[in-house]
């Protein structure tokens, strides 16, 4: 079985940074992408950044300059660094990752951790 462990949230003031990671274990052949999505109270669960296995990445406008998406392939991993945050970069912050569980395997499934909340003061 495949989980994804998030840490690293938690209650920071506004231009402060905060750093998210989130590993992978179980029954895993390959990971393709790998990436953090966040849902605010009362609004959709949204992109934030996402990483491909080869190290592309793409980030929603609103982070783009301030926030850093990075993984590490041999310990299934992916972290997030979050500098310059703002009041409204609070929401409960989700690491995703497209998993083959077996080799076989037509192409990947999605997975997610259990949220970590991030929460900004101003």
């Known amino acids: 079985q495949v989980q994804l462990v998030e840490s690293g949230g938690g209650l920071v003031q506004a231009g402060g940074s905060l750093r998210l990671s989130c590993a992978a274990s179980?029954?895993?052949?390959?990971?393709?992408?790998m990436g953090w999505y966040r849902q605010a109270p009362g609004k959709q669960r949204e992109l934030v950044a996402r990483?491909?296995?080869?190290?592309?990445?793409n980030y929603a406008d609103s982070v783009k300059g301030r926030f850093t998406i990075s993984r590490d392939n041999a310990k299934n991993a992916v972290s997030l660094q979050m500098n310059s945050l703002k009041p409204e970069d609070t929401a409960v912050y989700y690491c995703?990752?497209?998993?083959?569980?077996?080799?076989?395997?037509?192409?990947?499934?999605?997975?997610w951790g259990q949220g970590t909340q991030v929460t900004v003061s101003s």
């Open positions: 179980g029954s895993i052949f390959s990971i393709n992408d």
């Open positions: 990483i491909t296995r080869d190290g592309s990445v």
């Open positions: 995703n990752a497209a998993i083959r569980v077996n080799w076989f395997d037509p192409q990947p499934n999605d997975y």
